[in-house]
T-cell receptor, first 112, second 113 residues
Framework: GQQLNQSPQSMFIQEGEDVSMNCTSSSIFNTWLWYKQDPGEGPVLLIALYKAGELTSNGRLTAQFGITRKDSFLNISASIPSDVGIYFCAGYYGGSQGNLIFGKGTKLSVKP | GAVVSQHPSWVICKSGTSVKIECRSLDFQATTMFWYRQFPKQSLMLMAT?????????EQGVEKDKFLINHASLTLSTLTVTSAHPEDSSFYIC?????????FGDGTRLSIL
């Protein structure tokens, strides 16, 4: 079946550092999404990407939909303690409604 | 916008009890609602997809008689875990959409004693 390979699995960084994580797939995706999940809560949508090559920002977050439609990255600039959490990439493939699958997540820890 | 409310947020009950979880889209009409299960330190696993007024479509390996899904309106879907046992303990999360993307509720932590 479809799979998303998300890396890194975890990151330990100092406050103020920039962060980069990515997802790749062997299949083409129609849409890429990036979610953040805090402990005991549901995922919150950060950025949605709908076109190949699209680069979108949301505050200190920037994400890009790869030109091949098989990858996406998420960058966080100048990290702060509240950025701690698990970040999931997710992608839609298939028809108009499509099927959504998730990467395994990147756990981000930020040292003040 | 796109707020999804899930209730209850935490349930502890005895083995054999049936538990109902509600998922509501508060500010939009959700054509489709989804139910996920998440084990500790793992990603979300889709259990079933439901469209309003239709029978839910269950993923392979998910028992439809165990996990009853009702999607009676465009703003409400319910998941009932019937005769729950300790192995059903998990974090259950719903999501709702009008196409793309999906918006998630805050999850329900289910603990079966």
């Amino acid at each position: 079946g479809q799979q998303l390979n998300q890396s890194p699995q975890s990151m330990f960084i100092q406050e103020g550092e920039d962060v980069s994580m990515n997802c790749t797939s062997s299949s083409i995706f129609n849409t890429w999404l990036w979610y953040k999940q805090d402990p005991g809560e549901g995922p919150v949508l950060l950025i949605a990407l709908y076109k190949a090559g699209e680069l979108t920002s949301n505050g200190r977050l920037t994400a890009q939909f790869g030109i091949t439609r098989k990858d996406s990255f998420l960058n966080i600039s100048a990290s702060i303690p509240s950025d701690v959490g698990i970040y999931f990439c997710a992608g839609y493939y298939g028809g108009s409604q499509g099927n959504l699958i998730f990467g395994k997540g990147t756990k981000l820890s930020v040292k003040p | 916008g796109a707020v999804v409310s899930q209730h209850p947020s935490w349930v502890i009950c005895k083995s054999g009890t049936s538990v109902k979880i509600e998922c509501r889209s508060l500010d939009f009409q959700a054509t489709t609602m989804f139910w996920y299960r998440q084990f500790p330190k793992q990603s979300l696993m889709l259990m079933a997809t439901s469209n309003e007024g239709s029978k839910a479509t269950y993923e392979q390996g998910v028992e439809k008689d165990k996990f009853l899904i009702n999607h009676a309106s465009l703003t409400l879907s319910t998941l009932t875990v019937t005769s729950a046992h300790p192995e059903d303990s998990s974090f259950y999360i719903c999501s709702a959409s009008q196409g793309q993307p999906q918006h998630f509720g805050d999850g329900t932590r289910l603990s079966i004693l």
